[in-house]
């Protein structure tokens, strides 16, 4: 175990600097638990980017949650998300900061490194730029930012990384289970939103990923999706943003009358608490099935990555699987030329148009029918 650098207890003003996605906020929950456990008299403020304030503002095991905003002609704007959040981190940078943290392992492109330097703190703690090639690259220089680096092995899963983070900062984890806290207006309005199926099986789908290398491809897609949900008779409600409707589209013609388009129409939380409400989540590499993971159904994820890939690739399941008992990865049995054997670098759906639609599907059915099946 690496030595801790960083007497925590000691500590009363903490910024933690979390700029990245919804699925990276997810993973890193069981690190804000353990820093509010090992601190628990210090005044913790979390910077979020706006995208995930939706999830952050009702994190239990921080003071304050600000989100910074580009500035017409440079700089930044702190918006607080919590009541007083921006205030209280006004007030932490006058009287400076005792610690910052930025539990971010990889590539960091949403100005966290800077965002830290700036944050005045005595200790400024992150990972080095040397764990991953793309990051040395793309950061260069970036761990002049920090008073102290850390460098752990490769190939660990984020929430392994974060608290090995947290242990270098003299904290210690309280437990390793991702969390969401989702509020009753958020359970009531998913209820609301799938009326049309109460006392039904609903099974939850989404299409989306960052890049289409990671999605699926949507008739096999909509075609995996028909087989477990007339095997389960199951409907199926499909989240995602509007630039996913077009597959809800094609999965309700393979079913039609059994699905709840909500593509476009559901915030994170939202997102969340209707997907809480389900037997089971078909995802892909993506922020949703962090979501999933966090309100305990069992999720089947799409990925890229082949099996033998690089286990410390940005698409790799190795760090970034879904962190729960009940997970499914389903992935390529190798890299398809022109990619190498790493991982998929293919502008579209390429390497993860190899799983067999009909291997996906029977796997899916055996996790979803262990999970017992369970009504909203």
């Known amino acids: 175990m690496t030595d801790a650098v960083f007497d925590l207890s000691s500590a009363r003003r903490i910024l933690v600097v979390k700029l990245d996605e919804a699925g990276d906020f997810v993973l890193a929950t069981p690190f804000l638990r353990g820093l509010r456990a090992s601190a628990p008299r210090a005044r913790i403020v979390l ?14 095991h921080v003071d304050a949650v600000v989100a910074p905003h ?13 009541p007083g959040g921006a205030a209280a981190f006004a007030e932490a940078f006058r009287a400076g900061f ?15 490194t800077a965002l830290a330097a700036a944050s005045r703190a005595r200790a400024v703690l992150g990972f080095s730029e040397a764990v991953t090639p793309w990051k040395a690259s793309g950061n260069a220089g970036f761990d002049r930012a920090y008073t102290h680096r850390l460098t752990p092995p490769p190939g660990h ?45 609903i099974i939850a ?18 075609a995996v999706v028909a087989v477990v949900a007339i095997a389960l008779g199951a409907r199926v409600a499909v989240l995602g943003t509007e630039l996913e409707r077009a597959v809800a589209e094609r999965i309700a013609a393979a079913l039609p009358g059994r699905v709840t388009d909500l593509t476009g129409r559901t915030g994170l939380r939202l ?27 069992p999720v089947a994820v799409f990925s890229c990555h082949p099996e033998g890939g690089d286990p410390n690739h940005f698409h790799a399941p190795e760090r970034f699987r879904p962190w729960c008992a009940r997970a499914l990865v389903l992935r390529p049995a190798a890299a398809i030329p022109p990619c190498p054997p790493e991982s998929c670098t293919a502008a579209e759906a390429h390497c993860i148009a190899s799983i067999p639609p009909e291997l996906a599907a029977a796997r899916i059915l055996a996790l979803f029918g262990e999970s017992g099946g369970a009504l909203p």
């Open 47 to 60: 910077a979020v980017r706006p995208a995930v304030a939706d999830l952050a503002e009702t994190c239990p």
């Open 70 to 82: 580009p500035k017409p002609g440079g700089g930044i704007d702190l918006r607080g998300v919590t």
């Open 98 to 112: 005792d610690l910052t943290l930025v539990p971010r392992y990889d590539f960091d492109r949403h100005g966290a």
């Open 157 to 201: 899963h984020e929430v392994e990384q974060n608290l090995a983070l947290l242990r270098f900062a003299g904290g210690e984890p309280d437990g390793d289970g991702v969390e969401l806290h989702l509020t009753a207006e958020d359970r009531a309005e998913a209820a609301r939103r799938l009326a049309d199926a109460a006392g039904e099986r």
């Open 205 to 222: 789908v989404a299409p989306g990923a960052a890049a289409a290398r990671r999605e699926y491809p949507p008739e096999r897609l909509a």
């Open 271 to 297: 997102a969340a608490a209707v997907i809480e409400r389900t037997a089971g989540l078909i995802a892909m590499d993506s922020g949703p099935a962090h979501l999933g993971a966090a309100v305990g159904v």
